[in-house]
């Protein structure tokens, strides 16, 4: 399988303090995503980082790549208790046509 | 746009049914994906279509499962006969070409087959 580990598998935190969710993968990729699914809806996508970019932003997040560990972590600085949701990588490898692999997902609790 | 609809939101049946799952994408999107998120397994792709063709069907579980992709607005995933092991969430998502890597998804259905 080439599903790629998502870590921790829940991360608890309060209000105001970030939030560090950390993937790998296993091959050579297009592109690595993060999505935010909340509780009993659908998946939202945040931000795609393309496999010769190291770093992006987007608002409170940061993504970072490093291809030479096949790893990312997704950043949420200043956490709110609306970023409670569960959060999972998805990436897009060479060989799979432009689809995407999703990991099991952090599940991240800001509490208030 | 509404986003990507999807129907119903909710289905209970009894082991041995049919069921069709629907899936209304954004207007304009190439691509529609089909997956199924339960707890042990997390998120799969089912089967993906472009253009209405079906691309990749690897992921389909076994040959009760069917999905088709009848014209640019509207899919369908059925399961005939549905067993217990079938309970979990049904996704659709779509993209569109030019930016294909986003997926939108739609809320899911609710699967429980008792």
């Known amino acids: 399988s080439q599903q790629g580990e998502e870590d921790p598998q829940a991360l608890s935190i309060q209000e105001g303090e970030n939030a560090t969710m950390n993937c790998s993968y296993k091959t050579s990729i297009n592109n690595l995503q993060w999505y935010r699914q909340n509780s009993g809806r659908g998946l939202v996508h945040l931000i795609l980082?393309?496999?010769?970019?190291r770093e992006k932003h987007s608002g409170r997040l940061r993504v970072t790549l490093d291809t030479s560990k096949k790893s990312s972590s997704l950043l949420i600085t200043a956490s709110r208790a609306a970023d409670t949701a569960s959060y999972f990588c998805a990436t897009d490898y060479y060989n799979q046509g432009g689809k995407l692999i999703f990991g099991q997902g952090t599940e991240l609790s800001v509490k208030p | 746009d509404a986003g990507v609809i999807q129907s119903p939101r909710h289905e209970v049946t009894e082991m041995g049914q049919e069921v069709t799952l629907r899936c209304k994408p954004i207007s304009g999107h190439d691509y529609l994906f089909w997956y199924r998120q339960t707890m042990m397994r997390g998120l799969e792709l089912l089967i993906y279509?472009?253009?209405?063709?079906?691309?990749?069907d690897s992921g389909m579980p076994e040959d009760r499962f069917s999905a088709k992709m009848p014209n640019a607005s509207f899919s369908t995933l059925k399961i005939q006969p549905s067993e217990p092991r079938d309970s979990a969430v049904y996704f659709c998502a779509s993209s569109l070409f030019s930016d294909q890597e986003t997926q939108y998804f739609g809320p899911g259905t609710r699967l429980l087959v008792l």
């Open positions: 980082i393309r496999s010769n970019e």
């Open positions: 279509f472009n253009n209405n063709v079906p691309i990749d």
